[in-house]
């Protein structure tokens, strides 16, 4: 079992700039890619980036791509998503996901956490 749990969500006007954490815990979660998904009203869960906790190799999704860093924090057991020049559509429920390797697809991740709640206003 492997337990996620995110936070750092908040309210930012455009051009700002927001860090999510999420905090893994259980026996094995250094085995999995942990994934960060969004989630708008109305639209399905998309990737955004994700990250592997040993060689930090890192995938993004093209509509975030040189915006958001995602990086762990070994020590931590500790995943970030830090979001810079966000936009009004980068408003959505954040989640990471553990899954056991690199997956764009959310149906394919085992773990999730409850997720936190980004808002970019105009």
């Known amino acids: 079992q492997v337990q996620l749990a995110e936070s750092g969500g908040g309210s930012v006007q455009a051009g700002g700039s927001l860090r999510l954490s999420c905090a893994a815990s259980?026996?094995?979660?250094?085995?999995?890619?942990m994934g960060w998904f969004r989630q708008a009203p109305g639209k399905e869960r998309e990737f955004v980036g994700g990250?592997?906790?040993?060689?930090?190799?890192?995938q993004y999704a093209d509509s975030v791509k040189g915006r958001f860093t995602v990086s762990t924090d070994n020590a931590k057991n500790t995943v970030y998503l830090q979001m810079n020049s966000l936009k009004p559509e980068d408003t959505a429920v954040y989640y990471c996901?553990?899954?056991?390797?690199?997956?764009?697809?959310?149906?394919?991740?085992?773990?999730w956490g409850q997720g936190t709640q980004v808002t970019v206003s105009s």
């Open positions: 990250i592997s906790w040993g060689g930090g190799r890192t």
């Open positions: 259980g026996r094995t979660f250094r085995t999995y890619y």
């Open positions: 996901a553990a899954n056991l390797g690199f997956a764009a697809v959310a149906d394919l991740y085992d773990y």
